[in-house]
């Protein structure tokens, strides 16, 4: 079955640092191209970022309003894909998903921002 | 950066007919390579969202042909033929084109059953 579980949410003040992880089965793991993807209580969807394949040199990209402070990895010997978040904000406060570029989605883990 | 507005927000339709979602992008999606990077996903109350359409008009594995999707350049659709219940949720268009800003998604339109 193809899944992706993330993991790692939870509440920290403003300030604060939180590591997500996103375990993937089923699939070709290292061959995909990984997003991960936030919705802050009662809004939108609005994309964080993204990791290549390692084939593809591996490069991380983010949007603006979480550049120089989010860094995205990825092990492909352990297929999971980490969201580490430096210099959280109230405004950060939101439910991260992960995604395969769209296609297959995690459920979700909560991020509380808050002192 | 290329801002992506839908419309209606919201969306009430009885069961059994059509309801019709507009997503227009304020810069052309076509890129360098030919292909429009223009998605669309549905999110049901409490769960994870889903795609639906990639690539404007290409239906996901699983998908009802009663989704279809269309448009070119700035102005796409996304078309239920006959609303079921199970439809309710947010619709959400998504375009992958322009890097940076990166994948930026339109507000939602949300669908309620009148």
């Known amino acids: 079955e193809v899944q992706l579980v993330e993991s790692g949410g939870g509440l920290v003040k403003p300030g604060g640092s939180l590591r997500l992880s996103c375990a993937a089965s089923?699939?070709?793991?290292?061959?995909?191209?990984m997003s991960w993807v936030r919705q802050a209580p009662g809004k939108g969807l609005e994309w964080v970022g993204r990791?290549?394949?390692?084939?593809?040199?591996?490069?991380?990209e983010y949007a603006a309003p979480v550049k120089g402070r989010f860094t995205i990895s990825r092990d492909d010997s352990k297929n999971t894909v980490f969201l580490q978040m430096n210099s959280l904000k109230t405004e950060d406060t939101a439910l991260y998903y992960c995604?395969?570029?769209?296609?297959?989605w995690g459920q979700g883990t909560m991020v509380t921002v808050s002192s | 950066d290329v801002v992506m507005t839908q419309s209606p927000l919201s969306l009430p339709v009885t069961l059994g007919q059509p309801a019709s979602i507009s997503c227009r992008s304020s810069?052309?999606?076509?890129?360098?390579?030919?292909?429009?990077?223009l998605y669309w996903f549905h999110q049901r109350p409490g769960q994870s969202p889903r795609r639906l359409i990639y690539?404007?008009?290409n239906r996901d594995s699983g998908v009802p042909d009663r989704f279809s999707g269309s448009g070119s350049g700035t102005d796409f659709t996304l078309k239920i033929s006959r609303v079921e219940a199970e439809d309710v949720g947010v619709y959400y268009c998504?375009?992958?084109?322009?890097?940076?800003?990166?994948?930026?998604f339109g507000q939602g339109t949300k669908l309620e059953i009148k």
């Open positions: 810069q052309s999606l076509v890129y360098s390579d030919g292909n429009t990077y």
């Open positions: 990791t290549r394949r390692e084939v593809d040199g591996g490069a991380t």
């Open positions: 995604t395969t570029e769209g296609e297959v």
């Open positions: 089923g699939f070709d793991f290292k061959n995909v191209w």
């Open positions: 690539k404007v008009s």
């Open positions: 998504m375009q992958g084109t322009y890097w940076p800003p990166g994948y930026t």
